[in-house]
């Protein structure tokens, strides 16, 4: 996997995509919307099994209590956590089609450095050009192709 200008090179074709608001950035911090350039891989799946069958064989079902730390400051941050969780985190089971398939990065994982941005996911976009906290977008259909062809350790270059 690629992204250019045009969309995500990947699998012998080009689809399109959003990223972060704050644009492609090598510094990459935690709150400031930019997709971190570098080169990363393709480490995990999650899916909603409430609303669409797994994308693929290893892909984990998204339970209800499944969060995603983006704390700083604390031991579990950039990673899969339970509620009850106190520190700042995103809900990955949404009431949103945003997450219902999530392809996880190791961008700053699994040894996170505090403050250097957590939670880099490919998943579905709002709408075309909406851009996101700094992951990569697609339409629900694409998502969904790209999760069924990116086996975990799969790189992508940003």
Not at 20 to 27: P, Q
Not at 129 to 151: K, M, Q, S, V, Y
């Amino acid at each position: 996997m690629r992204l250019t200008p045009q969309g995500l090179a990947f699998a012998g074709r080009v689809i399109p995509c959003t990223h972060g608001r704050g644009g492609i950035r090598a510094d990459k911090r935690e709150g400031d919307g930019a997709t971190p350039r570098g080169l990363h891989h393709i480490v995990g799946c999650l899916y909603r099994p409430d609303r669409l069958p797994a994308p693929a064989p290893w892909a984990l079902p998204i339970r209800p209590g499944m969060l995603w730390s983006d704390a700083s400051k604390d031991t579990a941050y950039n990673q899969l956590v339970r509620a009850p969780y106190a520190p700042s985190h995103e809900v990955l089971r949404r009431s949103d089609p945003l997450y219902d398939i999530i392809l996880l990065t190791d961008w700053n994982w699994p040894e996170a450095i505090p403050g250097a941005g957590s939670a880099i996911f490919l998943h579905q976009w709002r709408r075309p050009g909406f851009p996101t906290e700094g992951c990569l977008a697609f339409t629900r259909a694409d998502i969904r192709w790209i999760a069924e062809r990116a086996a975990p350790g799969t790189p992508l270059l940003i």
